[in-house]
């Protein structure tokens, strides 16, 4: 039987944008933003991983891959890069990419509310059904994210790192727990986090 896939997800810093739908647009770290992410990746003395990932450290991992979204992308080719053997590359996959949220993309809750009032209340309750005006369609975001994760089994990687997004983290953990799209707005994933998923393969 083959070993399972590990799949650790780190979602992207604090942006420039501050709290809004924060999807397509493309939004820098803060210097705070660069430090969440930094510390999440920290290694200590024998070079191991902080906040309990400590049985691997950066060069461990058989693929990195990141968002191609300069939150994520920037982060990894700067600081990640920096860190890892010259032989390992970093990878960039618009698979692993944030929800477009549309005509909403990068505006705030309250500036939505001004002017699609009834819509962001219906996609807050059924953000199946009711998506933002424009914005991709939330099977389609579910359909791209296990896309992956199914090219990802097929490889001969046992770990890798994604640098990526909120909702494609909250999406990973839908399919990885055999959740529905609705539970999505209860799963919790902060700026800076890491999450780890590890999944069986046939």
């Not at 477009?100 to 990068?106: I, P, T």
Request: aromatic share 8%.
């Amino acid at each position: 039987m083959r070993k399972p896939l590990i799949i650790d997800a780190l979602r992207h810093g604090e942006t420039v944008k501050g709290k809004c739908f924060l999807g397509r647009t493309d939004a820098e770290l803060t210097p705070f933003g660069w430090d969440q992410m930094a510390e999440a990746l920290q290694v200590d003395k024998q070079g191991e991983m902080q906040k309990n990932r400590n049985d691997i450290n950066l060069d461990d991992y058989d693929a990195i891959i990141t968002s191609p979204l300069l939150r994520c992308k920037s982060f990894a080719e700067q600081w990640i890069a920096a860190k890892i053997s010259v032989n390992k590359s970093i990878r960039i996959d618009p698979a692993i990419q944030e929800y477009d949220f549309g005509l909403w993309d990068g505006s705030t809750a309250i500036d939505i509310m001004q002017h699609w009032p009834d819509e962001l209340g219906d996609f807050w309750k059924d953000p199946e059904n009711f998506p933002p005006p424009q914005a991709e369609l939330l099977p389609l975001f579910f359909q791209r994210v296990r896309q992956f994760v199914d090219k990802q089994l097929q490889q001969p990687h046992e770990r890798i790192l994604l640098i990526t997004h909120g909702g494609v983290i909250k999406v990973l953990t839908c399919l990885h727990q055999g959740r529905p799209a609705s539970v999505m707005a209860s799963i919790s994933a902060q700026h800076g986090e890491l999450h780890r998923f590890v999944w069986k393969r046939q």
